[in-house]
């Protein structure tokens, strides 16, 4: 999975979904384990953004809280900046118990994952 060294922002100007040299830091540039990292990612997180929509269905927010923290930390630490942004924001309202825009926020956090998946499809190849 070479990377497309092209490092230009999304269309519009808008923040790119991945800070690739982040993740690229955490494998050392090693392709094979990049691609095992980025996917053991995207597959985990769709699982947790799932459960977290399920929480908010159910008016869980102890389990909106747990599930967006490990996720959001997981965004965070492999460079997914926006939706690590989303999820704590998630995190913050079950902690509160006030998922007054839990419902809103899970659906952006679903879209961005999306355009995670998307950016990494094209810079890896």
């Given at each position: 999975?070479?990377l497309?060294?092209?490092?230009?922002?999304?269309?519009?100007?808008?923040?790119?979904?991945?800070?690739?040299?982040?993740?690229?830091?955490?494998?050392?540039?090693?392709?094979?384990?990049?691609?095992?990292?980025?996917?053991?990612?995207?597959?985990?997180?769709?699982?947790?953004?799932?459960?977290?929509?399920?929480?908010?269905?159910?008016?869980?927010?102890?389990?909106?809280?747990?599930?967006?923290?490990?996720?959001?930390g997981a965004?965070?630490?492999?460079?997914?900046?926006?939706?690590?942004?989303?999820?704590?924001?998630?995190?913050?309202?079950?902690?509160?118990?006030?998922?007054?825009?839990?419902?809103?926020?899970?659906?952006?956090?679903?879209?961005?994952?999306?355009?995670?998946?998307?950016?990494?499809?094209?810079?890896?190849?």
């Amino acid at each position: 999975m070479p990377l497309n060294e092209n490092k230009t922002e999304n269309a519009g100007g808008h923040e790119p979904p991945v800070d690739l040299a982040r993740m690229m830091d955490l494998t050392g540039g090693e392709s094979d384990g990049l691609r095992e990292l980025v996917d053991m990612y995207l597959e985990q997180t769709a699982g947790q953004i799932n459960q977290i929509e399920t929480a908010i269905r159910e008016n869980k927010p102890d389990d909106v809280r747990r599930e967006a923290h490990s996720c959001g930390g997981a965004s965070a630490t492999l460079g997914m900046t926006r939706l690590g942004r989303i999820l704590k924001e998630l995190e913050n309202q079950g902690k509160a118990k006030a998922l007054t825009t839990a419902a809103t926020l899970c659906a952006e956090a679903r879209e961005e994952l999306y355009r995670v998946r998307e950016y990494l499809a094209k810079h890896f190849k």
